[in-house]
């Protein structure tokens, strides 16, 4: 499966959840690889610094960038199990070519107004993604929810949702969480935190779930 993350918004967790995802594959079994295809490059700081961390299983990480990214993307997938994306917003190349290829489309979107809004150029863009490439499934999943206002949340992204029957809201979300943030300059995922942190654990593991089904 290619997965990819991505969004107009920045900051909202698109590294966290790709660098996440790609060790969950990698924990039950599959071949996996990482792919940055952001020109910040954050998930390639994150996979040279689990280099450090021997004790963990490393996952490959490449770089891709252009307007071919799909090209390789679809490349890797015949050598991979699955192909995770960490790609930049809706402007840059990469992120168009990299939804000619995916099967899913992650979006991480954090609660509020401003967020939401980016999903209007989204609809535009994945529109016309799915007239080249009618796998794509684009989803989308709160993010750094405050803890005290996960209904409120919800309740709002369901209602504006609702109107954009192309984008399916995730029942999972992440809660703002200080473990996501000091597993992330490790190089490690929350799992492989000393101090494991179970409830952010949870959150991952549903995300995993809800995506990849329960197999
Ligand atoms: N659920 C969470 N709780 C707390 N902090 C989080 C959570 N998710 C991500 N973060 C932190 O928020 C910051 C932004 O996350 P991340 O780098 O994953 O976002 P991004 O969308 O990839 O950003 P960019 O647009 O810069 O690529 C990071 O410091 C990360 O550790
Ligand atoms: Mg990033």
């Known amino acids: 499966m290619i997965i990819m993350v991505g969004g107009e918004k920045g900051g909202v967790g698109k590294t966290t959840l790709a660098t996440h995802l790609a060790v969950a594959r990698k924990a039950l079994g599959g071949s996996v690889v990482l792919v940055d295809a952001d020109s910040q490059g954050t998930s390639s700081t994150w996979s040279d610094a689990r280099k450090e961390h021997p004790e963990v299983p490393q996952v490959p990480c490449v770089s891709l960038r252009g307007g071919k990214v799909h090209v390789e993307l679809k490349e890797l997938a015949r050598h ?27 979006m991480p979107l954090r609660p509020g107004s401003f967020d939401f809004w980016t999903l209007l150029k989204m609809q535009e863009v994945v529109t016309l993604a799915e007239g080249f490439n009618d796998a794509l499934k684009a989803v989308v999943v709160l993010s750094q929810v405050p803890p005290s206002a996960i209904d409120r949340a919800r309740k709002e992204a369901t209602d504006i949702l609702a109107d954009m029957p192309r984008f399916k809201l995730l029942k999972t979300l992440t809660v703002f969480r200080a473990a996501f943030n000091h597993s992330a300059g490790e190089g490690l995922t929350v799992d492989e935190m000393p101090r494991r942190d179970a409830k952010a654990c949870s959150e991952v593991a549903f995300l995993h779930d809800e995506l990849f089904g329960e197999a």
Do not use: C, K, N, P
Not at 80 to 100: I, W
């Open 80 to 106: 991979y199990d699955d192909v995770v994306v960490d790609t930049g917003g809706a402007d840059s190349q990469e992120f168009r070519s990299a939804m000619l290829g995916a099967d899913i489309l992650l």
